[in-house]
Nanobody, 115 residues
């Protein structure tokens, strides 16, 4: 059974930092590209960052230079380091992986940036 669980969301002030974690099980983690998405209230879910099996990250233009995606294959965990947070970063953040067996999502973790 595939399970993905996000953690680390919180209420933070503008300019602050957070690190999100996503622990995965039931997948061959080291062979899986992983991604973070977010969905703000009333908006569509959008891709924030993706990391390849080799550790290369790709980012949405809105977060480039502020967010960093990384992975620890031994811990089967993907991270999203978020710096210089802005009110527009407020959203539920979801972990995702797309494999030949299916498209898997975690339940999400809330990030709120207050001004």
């Amino acid at each position: 059974q595939v399970r993905m669980v996000e953690s680390g969301g919180d209420l933070v002030q503008v300019g602050g930092s957070l690190r999100l974690s996503c622990a995965a099980s039931g997948i061959n983690f080291s062979l899986s590209a992983m991604a973070w998405y977010r969905q703000a209230l009333g908006k569509q879910r959008e891709l924030v960052a993706r990391i390849t099996t080799g550790g290369s990250g790709n980012y949405a233009d809105s977060v480039k230079g502020r967010f960093t995606i990384s992975r620890d294959n031994a811990k089967k965990t993907v991270y999203l380091q978020m710096n210089s947070l802005k009110p527009e970063d407020t959203a539920v953040y979801y972990c995702n992986t797309l494999t030949i067996r299916g498209d898997y999502w975690g339940p999400g973790t809330q990030v709120t940036v207050s001004s």
